[in-house]
């Protein structure tokens, strides 16, 4: 329906609260996700009557969810009356049930599921190698029947890919989550474990469905406190609530606390009484919590102390702490996150990306076997597209584990949809090459590729108290990577598929468009964030969200593009620059050396290339840049419309939850989009052969407009405002930009582009000829107290009928610190309002 201009009154002042997805109102941390267990609209395929042979509890829980889940499945109140049955227990039960039929031998977490016909009944069996083997068998099961699956005649035998499938949450003891994106911590509050912890082990439920065997409870940064005697006490409630799950606790220690809480004079790890300290602290931990899974440890490493205070090695360090956790076989996991955060930019040498494989590749065969490194997927830090770290093919008498982040820090902050499994999947798969043999880094890290007993997954995961992780099709990265820790050899689509017919319908149009959804919008993030290999251009000192395609540069953080008037991207060949591309394998190395032969989307990671220079698609690296940005944000575009077509097919109120933050995500793709444009036209000074960047033919901008009461501010970073200007308000009544249209008569979309800042909720209208159309609060939740990248946003007034000489206004009124400032209005041709 048009806004008509003389057809407003129903839509005056409607305060669309509604567009904000602050997660307060949508807060609740008991979502079942991907458990849902929707009604099967076919009989359900299995037996509903669950007979437990054990009495452990993980078993005896597992028997709830089995018939739990096949009740909610099958629409069913009580177990059917026929007297088939599903029975649970370990091969050790079965043998002592049955002993003369064959029985397997199981991994502790394998799980056999096989029908067994006996007189007059069909049984079910799930044997697992262990309690937690029998769990997961029957989360294995009911994924299948919610995805609709016949299992009648199923026989399944699995075993999890990987020892280690960690979760790790950086949550400090005050309650806050260092990159959370999802409220509070599910853990803590005030100091203190949290009294209610029932979140807590509904979360352990659902990490559980996907094999995830611990989590880390505490940040990496600050941990000393965590080893208190009175936090741990408080811990062993934690550790009680996920141990039914078979999910195990795990702490962050600060190398420092034999100092900085132990009274000791050193933390020095060789030193005896520094080791006497950490094994009568592991012991105490122990006495607590028997099944304590093991300690990760940051060192060396953003401000965080280390061993290298006392010239000791990470070696050092982390086989003080094994040396005290063997006996209890707990683990140590030691982040290969060690780097010099004050390198001289100025040095065409230096290069963050290499630091994990100086430091670390020296040390291989030096680590005590219950010690595993865990390297971030990349040679830098979570970027949107990064090289593989080489550091997974420099290691080969050393377990380890990939560190991964569900948590989007750098990938739109679960603000932006984008769907992290493909990219795990490229680095899961990709061939390093050790000794010129195929080795995939899934096989490295699974143990497989170097004979070792111990290696994992971890994700990064910000989990928190609104709703998980606050966007409903975030959950997807959570799922996808228990899934891929558990099989490394499942595809993304797999994933994405299965994860849709469980958490949103089972209709096969639906999941198509999900999944589509899904698969395409990391690259659509990549396109338009920081294509060719240029990592995330955002303000990588402050909240790694918005545009900001300088901060990176000429600091001592080493995530440096090297962008000048002539070319862009840093050179880390062995023949002319850092010398990176020399810690692959020769045959990875051969790849990247040459500008020629290193694909595109990592083009600018590896070589300093001229705007000039010619893709392998024909295109040239700045054209490139161009034309990325716009196809990117045109696909953001896409998936409001993909979502769109869903509108009835799926439940309304994940229909309505998710609508909003796609329509904010293609606005903010479009902020990203002419952010890195105008900023590479302006460097560059080579035009966009489309004609696209720069020129914005449909936009009235506000530092153009009558103003009455705002004043025009340069924006900072420049980029972050189209042409770089925008207005601000500081009277409290309200400021006014008036436009005049100038173009044809027609129903168009008005779309305004302004900043919504914290802490204050100022209000705008949108005025056509002295008629207040529509009006809406910004009261979005973004980072950065000033107008800028991160918070620049649009609001669309669709289908509004337009009349050349119509006079437009925008009214600001500020509230709290939200100065209600304004970018530009531009008129677009007009779609429903969706
Ligand atoms: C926990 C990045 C993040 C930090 C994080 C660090 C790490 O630098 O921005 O917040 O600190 O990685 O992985 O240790």
Redesign the pocket.
Known sequence: MPLHRFAFAAAVVAALAGMSFSPSAAAQTADPAWLRYAPLDHPLSVPTRVVVLGQDPVERNGAAELERGLLALSGRTTPDPSSDSIVLGTAQQFHARKPKAATPSLEPDEFVISWHSLPMVRELDIVGGSPRGVLYGVFALLRNLSQGADMSHASLREHPAMAIRWVDQ?DNADGSI??GYAGRSLFFEGGHVRQDLAPVAAYARLLASVGVNAVNVN???NAAPFLQPQMLHELVRVADAMRPWGVHLALSVDVASPKSIGGLATYDPLDPAVKAWWNAKVDAIYALIPDFAGFTV?AD??GQPGPASYGRTPADAANTLAAALAPHHGVVLY?A?VYNHHLDWRDPKADRARAAYDIFHPLDGKFLPNVIIQT?EGPI??QAQEPVSPLFGGLTRTSQAMEIQVTQ?YTGQQRHLVYLAPMWKWVLDFDLRVGGAHTPVRQIISGQSFHRTLGGLVA?AGVGRDHWLNSPLAMANLYAFGRFAWDPNLTAEQIAVEWTRQTISRDPDVVSIVAKMLLQSWPAYVDYTGPLGMQTLTDITGS?YGPNIEASERNGWGQWHKADHLGVGFDRTVATGTGFVGQYSPDVAKIYESAATTPDNLLLFFHHMPYTWKLHDGQTVIQYIYSSHYQGAAEAAQFVNDWISLKGRIPDELYYNMLPRLEYQAGHAIVWRDAITQYFLKLSGIPDETGRAGHFPRRMEAEDARLAGYTVFDVNPWEDASRGKAVTCSVPSGCTAQFTYTGREGLYNLAIQYFDLQDGVAKFTLIVNGQPLVSWAANNDLPSPRPDGDNSTRYTAHQVELHTGDILSVQGVPDGHDPAALDYLEVLPGTPQP
């Open positions: 950086w260092e990159r940040n990496v940064n940051k490493s953003e982040r996150f971030k830090d979570f820090e990064v790694h």
